[in-house]
């Protein structure tokens, strides 16, 4: 499938106008991503609220919560307002772990929670450069640890958390899963992973034909990622350490059960379906997606866009249990899992 001739033009013309380093224009946009998440409007069927849990090193990280609400009126019994939801969302946002916060995605989790029916907590841990590799992934489980411990949420059921995340933060989701692992705090039992980054070489020996392929056309370039995890890394050193690249990590069984999402033309895509197959050659339950005619960073469009709303039914299914049906002209394709 392919995107056609005005689209691709469109894609072309947005990356060559934002091509310049993104070491030297992630503050400009910052600046931008903050003044549209000003310009988000509340929806009244999603209460938000804002609480905050310490990390290790005393820092109190912000996190917003998005519950739907059940909203009942009539003449005889008047107004009533009751949380409605099916278990909790732990999202972590992406943005190259130094742009996106919790503001500019907070129309997106009010999505989530809405037409997921499910509660959503959302991190806004702390971004590079000011800190790095690993502060993003300890803020993460930081608050991860005091939600499945009850922490955070009293009224939270461990068994129906689910770890969130798209690019980076899907990178963060599948890095907060090992860890949880390797400390043995607490244990995920479902994540889901759009786009994610999860490899360390993302130059011209790369080992992925995404990188080569769709890493220059389709808004997020191969220079942008490698700018991005240069912001990011503290120390050449963490390149090779799978709490930032999991693909590094040698045994990748006993983890949660997985979605992986991947756009067609996003040079991530290979790295995050190989993590899917890796997962699942190790002995795990997963599923795994490729968007048709999707870019980088899709999740954030629309949902009237075919793309989204097909990315909803997908997400829907996988967390209900229930199989997904074909219909004539899929936006899809199924890599892993049964559709």
């Not at 003044?35 to 938000?48: F, H, N, S, V």
């Amino acid at each position: 499938m392919a995107l056609n001739k005005v689209a691709l033009a469109a894609v072309k013309a947005i990356t060559k106008l934002s091509s310049d380093n993104i070491t030297e224009t992630y503050k400009p946009q910052r600046a931008l991503e903050d003044a549209a998440g000003k310009l988000t409007i509340a929806d009244p069927r999603c209460r938000i609220d804002a609480l905050t849990v310490t990390a290790d090193d005393g820092y109190e990280i912000p996190v917003r919560v998005f519950t739907p609400l059940d909203i009942d009126f009539s003449l005889k019994s008047g107004l009533h307002v009751n949380e409605d939801h099916k278990g909790t969302i732990l999202f972590f946002h992406g943005g190259g772990w130094a742009n996106g916060n919790v503001d500019f995605y907070a129309d997106t989790c009010m999505k989530m929670a809405l037409k997921l029916e499910r509660r959503v907590v959302a991190v806004d841990y702390r971004r590079s450069p000011e800190y790095r590799f690993p502060t993003a992934a300890e803020d993460c489980y930081a608050v991860a640890r005091a939600l499945f411990q009850g922490n955070l949420l009293p009224d939270v059921d461990p068994q129906h958390v689910v770890l969130f995340g798209d690019s980076a933060g899907g990178n963060l989701a599948a890095v907060v899963s090992l860890m949880a692992l390797d400390r043995k705090e607490f244990t995920p039992e479902t994540q889901i992973l759009i786009y994610p980054l999860t490899y360390n070489d993302h130059g011209p020996d790369s080992p992925f034909e995404s990188m080569h392929t769709n890493g220059e056309d389709y808004l997020l370039t191969q220079e942008d990622i490698e700018g991005y995890i240069g912001m990011y890394l503290s120390k050449p050193e963490d390149a090779m350490d799978p709490y930032f690249a999991p693909l590094l990590r040698e045994d990748l069984s006993h983890q949660p059960r997985t979605l992986v999402i991947s756009a067609e033309y996003c040079p991530l895509r290979d790295e995050g379906e190989t993590y899917a197959a890796r997962l699942e050659d190790d002995g795990n339950e997963v599923e795994c997606y490729r968007v048709l005619d999707a870019v980088h960073g899709y999740f954030l469009y629309p949902t009237v866009l075919g793309f989204v709303r097909d990315t909803y039914r997908i997400i829907e299914h996988f967390l209900d249990g229930t199989p997904l049906p074909q219909e004539d002209e899929p936006t899809w394709l199924t890599l892993i899992g049964t559709a």
